[in-house]
């Protein structure tokens, strides 16, 4: 079983359309992460849930809006979409008493045409 | 912490070569310390952590990292790497009154047969 997984692994769009990315955790963890890694391989952290509650919102332009349906699933919707928006977007999370311990799910590499 | 450098952009390495990859860090409080490896087209995975206790800490793989605290330092190594070890390195620092983690910018391992 997965730890980590998120859905779809690629995503090949035009600008200007809406996509989602869904993610999951089954390791009963009560935070999840949305990151951005870009070509240079810079992470950014975009968003942050501890127990469907938003805790971290990064500077990021609205047209990014993450949902917390329950504890174990994150989602990403993008709307309007930009070529700066390709990208490869990394779902994590941890316990809320990590340090830093995170675990990553695979990736969800989104290309805008 | 304010920031974490990655000096070495890319490190090429011969197979069974000793590897030491730098990270430093600036911060004015006590910090928790991160490696993480993302192999290609992979998530990020922890390598090791450095939380108290014993500077030097062993990881999974091999690896190992040694916490410098007057240096602000705490740099990876392995003692002889293979080919499997090809990977992006991240090195990331928490601060211990507020846990989150800033990200080095990566280091690229590459092993020369």
């Known amino acids: 079983d997965t730890a980590v997984s998120q859905t779809p692994k690629y995503l090949v769009t035009q600008m200007g359309n809406d996509k989602s990315i869904k993610c999951e955790q089954n390791?009963?963890?009560?935070?999840m992460y949305w990151y951005k890694q870009d070509s240079k391989k810079f992470l950014k952290i975009m968003f942050s849930?501890?127990?469907?509650?938003?805790?971290i919102n990064e500077t990021v332009p609205n047209r990014f809006s993450p949902k917390s349906p329950d504890k174990a699933h994150l989602n990403l919707h993008i709307n309007s979409l930009e070529l700066g928006d390709s990208a490869v977007y990394f779902c994590?999370?941890?316990?809320?008493?990590?340090?830093?311990?995170?675990?990553f799910g695979e990736g969800s590499r989104l290309t805008v045409l | 912490a304010q920031s974490v450098t990655q000096l070495d952009s890319q490190v090429p390495v011969f197979e069974e070569a000793p590897v030491e990859l730098r990270c430093n860090y600036s911060?004015?409080?006590?910090?928790?310390l991160f490696w993480y490896v993302q192999y290609p087209n992979q998530g990020l995975q922890l390598l090791l952590k450095?939380?108290?206790?014993s500077t030097l800490v062993k990881g999974i793989n091999g690896f190992e990292a040694e916490f410098n605290k007057s240096q602000t330092s705490f740099h990876l190594r392995k003692p002889s790497v293979h080919i499997s070890d090809t990977a992006e390195y991240f090195c990331?620092?928490?601060?211990?009154?507020?846990?989150?983690?800033?990200w080095g910018a990566g280091t690229k391992l590459i092993i020369k047969p």
């Open positions: 990331a620092v928490s601060e211990r009154s507020n846990y989150q983690l800033i």
């Open positions: 911060s004015s409080v006590s910090v928790y």
């Open positions: 450095y939380l108290s206790g």
């Open positions: 390791l009963g963890h009560d935070t």
């Open positions: 849930y501890n127990n469907k509650e938003l805790i």
């Open positions: 994590a999370s941890s316990p809320s008493t990590s340090y830093g311990d995170l675990f």
